[in-house]
């Protein structure tokens, strides 16, 4: 259960960082697992870790590297787990997108699990050391696979 | 599709998330588990139902010794496996691993669970042959290899389109990770 003195902070930062959580659900949301299911169980993991985060990081790093391994490991046993909160209609797709972005959301589900993070951590501007601490890779091997996603991206759009 | 013309309009995207405090509470407060931790409530429920599992079936096949330590040698076996996949599950730690990390092990509990079920359909057969073997042994020649043959094929045939479905929803994207990561 929420305590009162934790859950205002926690309310607090979850309202602020809502569009970083809506960006990385909606590049891993499938027929599978609807963008409102990952959506909470990225507030979930959130609030699980909220208790244990001392500022080491940038709050928005400490949040990108939770919600991208809740939508990486993300794995149901059963088919009909449903979370209890239904936030489907709260979750709207922007309307105004330009169509680089839709076709952007078209190809992103060509490509694997680690190079969607890229994708989307090289898209908010993170620096290359940022993306690096978050996923795992070196700085020089997010340097060769973004060059190779821009390739990827740019061939499949011309297809 | 220049990924560095698409920046700025990507951060021009206005997303607008309006699900309210309350709401966010209620996610919180209302038995919030998360699929992680259904998924570990899952395994130590299937390990919990291999101790009355052990007991029932061992004394059921009380009057065959050969049966009686197979079933349970098995059943032990599977806690074992049991145990260990709880084990590398929990130490699974979404806070302080890399999306690298945390996408290897996942990968890893996916294999774990293909090899399961491969194994338990294997043992499956198994265990209706020695049943089969059991029962029938004296019976004629024709009965008792016709039975061994059937039962081969059935196994060999439904592993085979398990692993080929399997493999082609699932491994495949997990040796494509493998490929690019390891």
């Known amino acids: 259960m929420v305590q009162p003195d934790a859950d205002k902070e926690f309310l607090d930062m979850v309202t602020s960082n809502e569009g970083i959580i ?66 489907t209609s709260d979750i709207v797709a922007p309307s105004d997108v330009s169509n680089n972005i839709k076709e952007l959301y078209k190809l992103i589900d060509k490509l694997g699990k680690i190079e969607r993070a890229l994708v989307l951590l090289y898209l908010d501007e993170k620096t290359y050391k940022e993306i690096s601490e978050i996923t795992g890779l070196t700085v020089t091997n997010v340097a060769t696979k973004l060059n190779r996603i821009k390739n990827k991206l740019k061939k499949m759009s011309n297809q | 599709m220049d990924l560095d013309d698409l920046k700025k309009d990507w951060q021009q995207t206005d997303v607008k998330v309006s699900i309210g405090e309350d709401k966010i509470k209620r996610m919180l407060g209302n038995k919030g588990q998360s699929a992680y931790e259904k998924l570990l409530k899952y395994e130590k429920l299937e390990l919990a ?26 059943v032990i076996a599977g ?23 945390v996408t290897e092990r996942m990968n890893k ?74």
């Open chain 2, 109 to 182: 509990y996916r294999t774990m669970l293909f090899s399961e079920i491969i194994a338990g359909i294997v043992w499956t057969f198994a265990f209706a042959g020695l049943i089969c073997y059991i029962s029938y042994h004296d019976r004629s020649w024709f009965v008792f290899w016709g039975g061994f043959v059937f039962i081969s094929f059935f196994t060999f045939t439904t592993c085979f389109f398990i692993y080929k479905y399997l493999y082609y929803n699932n491994l495949k994207e997990i040796e494509q990770f493998e490929r690019d990561n390891i």
């Open chain 1, 22 to 87: 809506f960006k990385v659900a909606s590049f891993y949301a499938n027929t599978e697992n609807p963008i409102s299911d990952l959506y909470q169980e990225i507030v979930l993991n959130l609030w699980k870790g909220f208790a244990s985060f001392r500022g080491e990081s940038k709050q928005s790093t400490w949040i990108y590297r939770i919600a991208l391994n809740t939508c990486v490991s993300f794995y149901r046993r059963k088919k009909n787990d449903v979370f209890f909160v239904d936030i």
């Open chain 2, 79 to 101: 806690g074992i496996w049991q145990w260990r996949k709880i084990k590398f599950l929990k130490k699974t730690d979404f806070l302080i691993m890399n999306i690298l990390e």
């Open chain 2, 49 to 74: 139902l291999l101790i009355p599992a052990l007991f029932v079936g061992t004394l059921f096949w009380l009057d065959s010794r050969c049966l009686s330590i197979f079933y349970s040698a098995s």
